[in-house]
């Protein structure tokens, strides 16, 4: 079965960076356009950032325009989310999954917790 790995996240400072990864445990995800979505305490999972699968078309939720970035390395199977001048309101579960219309499209990962102090 295919499973979606998340990590990078932690507890960072507002104005900070982390950077996150997204990889896949038995199936490779470089034929895919791929997005990250998060979820905050109390609130619907949204969408942050997608990618086609050769790296363009890519697409970034207005609450986050200017400070993340989504990249990805189909060497490394691995997606990208770079997430600078973080704010409190960033906090949330982060998960990456397969998107089709900016839509998920496998069964979500663990995700990984995003926390930034005031």
């Known amino acids: 079965q295919v499973q979606l790995v998340e990590s990078g996240g932690g507890y960072v400072q507002a104005g900070g960076s982390l950077r996150l990864s997204c990889t896949a445990s038995g199936r490779t995800l470089s034929i895919y356009a791929m997005g990250w979505f998060r979820q905050a305490p109390g609130k619907e999972r949204e969408f942050v950032a997608k990618i086609d699968w050769s790296g363009g078309n890519i697409g970034v939720a207005d609450s986050v325009k200017g400070r993340f970035t989504i990249s990805r390395d189909n060497a490394k199977n691995t997606v990208f989310l770079q997430m600078d001048s973080l704010k409190p309101e960033d906090t949330a579960v982060y998960y990456c999954?397969?998107?089709?219309?900016?839509?998920?499209?496998?069964?979500w990962g663990q995700g990984t917790q995003v926390t930034v102090s005031s």
């Open positions: 999954n397969v998107v089709r219309n900016m839509r998920p499209q496998w069964s």
